[in-house]
Nanobody, 120 residues
Framework: QVQLVESGGGLVQAGGSLRLSCAASGRVLSIGPMGWYRQAPGKQRELVATITSGGSTNYADSVKDRFTVSRDNAKNTVYLQMNSLKPEDTAVYYC??????????????WGQGIQVTVSS
């Protein structure tokens, strides 16, 4: 079993910052790409940012130059630093990870989601 646990969400005023963390635990042999997605009420889940095990990153246009994704491979943890937050960033944020386990091979896992609310 593999678990992804997110932390760091909450309520912040527009222009403020938050830092999300997501730690993978369980029977993890290796982790490939990790990332963050978000889902606002009434909308589909969308990609926010991804990062490979080698550190290559990819961002949605809406968050470029404001959000930074990073990871600590030794801790099996991915981070999302969010600056200059806007009300339209309000959503439930989910982390994901492609995890290699002995039993299954590579499989994508998801966190439970964490609320980020930006007030105007």
């Amino acid at each position: 079993q593999v678990q992804l646990v997110e932390s760091g969400g909450g309520l912040v005023q527009a222009g403020g910052s938050l830092r999300l963390s997501c730690a993978a635990s369980g029977r993890v042999l290796s982790i490939g790409p990790m990332g963050w997605y978000r889902q606002a009420p009434g909308k589909q889940r969308e990609l926010v940012a991804t990062i490979t095990s080698g550190g290559s990153t990819n961002y949605a246009d809406s968050v470029k130059d404001r959000f930074t994704v990073s990871r600590d491979n030794a801790k099996n943890t991915v981070y999302l630093q969010m600056n200059s937050l806007k009300p339209e960033d309000t959503a439930v944020y989910y982390c994901s990870a492609d995890v290699l386990t002995l039993q299954i091979g590579f499989e994508k896992y998801w966190g439970q989601g964490i609320q980020v609310t930006v007030s105007s």
